[in-house]
């Protein structure tokens, strides 16, 4: 008869401290005037809304941050190799320029390639592995295409060499 009234105690206790333990994180949450961390998965690195999300034949936009709160690098690069950089090494400086001409063809190649649209986040289910990682997007015509500076991960081939090309021909790397 004691193991009965117990059990009938057990489940009402739960309940109470549930509710109170989820209402204390509301309202410890409510008190903080602070946002709530992004979630780290693709979407976080993307940039604000309003801004674009899909880009033509031959463009692509690059979005690096490092950690979850790092400085956000926006660099967009038209068809014919022109490209502009918002805060491009996390101080706050605009950049823009052209891709030498061999550059502009080696993008244009890579970006066409077929392949590439095997390496997007959607065709590889891509999901964050690391914390506090330099995380790069590359949006392209096909599609999102994620990859973190992780020990012992991989970048997918053709978007790793686009990677690849557009830091070395902007002016700074983000900075941490």
């Not at 401290?17 to 309202?27: E, N, P, S």
């Not at 690069?77 to 918002?86: I, N, S, Y």
């Not at 964050?128 to 081939?157: F, K, M, Q």
Request: proline fraction near 9%; include cysteine; hydrophobic fraction near 35%.
């Amino acid at each position: 008869m004691p193991r009965r009234s117990r059990s009938r105690l057990l489940g009402p206790l739960l309940s109470a401290t549930l509710v109170a333990t989820l209402t204390g994180c509301t309202l410890v949450h409510a008190s903080t005037e602070e946002p709530l961390p992004a979630p780290n998965d693709p979407a976080s690195v993307l940039p604000e809304p309003g801004a674009p999300t899909t880009v033509g034949d031959g463009q692509v936009s690059l979005f690096q941050k490092l950690g979850e709160y790092g400085p956000l690098r926006t660099l967009q690069v038209e068809r014919d190799g022109v490209w502009k950089c918002l805060d491009c090494a996390g101080d706050g400086v605009n950049s823009t320029g052209s891709l030498a001409p061999e550059q502009v063809n080696r993008l244009q190649q890579l970006l066409s390639d077929p392949a590439l649209a095997a390496e997007t986040d959607q065709a590889r289910r891509y999901r964050s592995t690391c914390i506090d990682a330099l995380t790069s997007s590359l949006l392209t015509a096909v599609g999102s295409i994620t990859t973190e500076d992780c020990p012992g991960v991989e970048d997918p081939r053709i978007a790793g060499e686009i990677l690849l090309l557009l830091t070395q021909a902007t002016p700074a790397e983000l900075k941490g």
